[in-house]
């Protein structure tokens, strides 16, 4: 069972999906701020990547 349950982290952590949800755990302390959706969410992910790639094999 231990190691479905670290399966299932690192796949989040490697396809980023775990993202979103320590974006929503941050977004507590912030409440004042309008709540993104996922879709938003992602769509401004993938636009600051796009922006500043770093070290990419692509």
């Known amino acids: 069972m231990r190691l ?3 399966l299932r982290w690192y796949v989040r952590e490697l396809t980023g ?3 979103y949800d320590r974006y929503l755990v941050r977004h507590r302390s912030h409440p004042h ?3 993104l ?3 938003e969410f992602e769509r401004r992910r ?4 796009d922006r500043s790639p770093g ?3 692509c």
């Open 33 to 35: 701020t309008p709540l």
């Open 55 to 57: 070290i990419r094999c």
């Open 4 to 6: 479905l349950g670290f």
């Open 46 to 49: 993938s636009e600051r990547r």
């Open 17 to 19: 999906t775990g993202e």
């Open 37 to 39: 959706s996922r879709r």
